[in-house]
């Protein structure tokens, strides 16, 4: 979020630099932007936020045949399944992806977005079949 609201380049900008203060009597939590100069670009606790999250990561579901099915196809086994992966997250972080990586192992390391495009959402169906 930090590199996506300084307002120091002429670099696309997140939506929320709207916001920023413009004149006297504004009430806002974003500076007012000032190319080339000042200092937005430095951390500061307004990027501070609770990045909590729950993302509904994997399910599978499978379906077995039957013994009668599998006499009729001669087949010894067989099955179908659907598996989907990332079908939601639910979350209050402004960010692209709650799931921000670490770099280094210092206990009181920062993480930092560089807004990352989220995972994306998989199916995968399968059949499984032995004869």
């Given at each position: ?8 380049n002429f ?84 960010g692209q ?17 560089n807004s ?16």
């Amino acid at each position: 979020m930090m590199s996506t609201t300084n307002m120091y380049n002429f670099d696309n900008q997140s939506t929320a630099v709207l916001r920023r203060w413009k004149k006297e009597g504004d009430v806002t939590d974003m500076p007012r932007a000032l190319i080339a100069g000042g200092f937005n670009w430095l951390g500061s606790d307004r990027y501070v936020e609770d990045a909590s999250y729950v993302r509904f990561r994997t399910v599978t579901l499978r379906y077995n045949f039957d013994k009668v099915a599998l006499k009729k196809m001669k087949m010894k086994s067989a099955s179908f399944y659907v598996t989907a992966e990332n079908l939601f997250t639910i979350t209050n972080y402004l960010g692209q992806d709650p799931e921000v990586s670490l770099r280094g192992s210092d206990p009181f390391r920062v993480a930092y977005d560089n807004s990352m495009t989220p995972p994306g959402k998989n199916i995968t169906l399968g059949i499984v079949a032995t004869f």
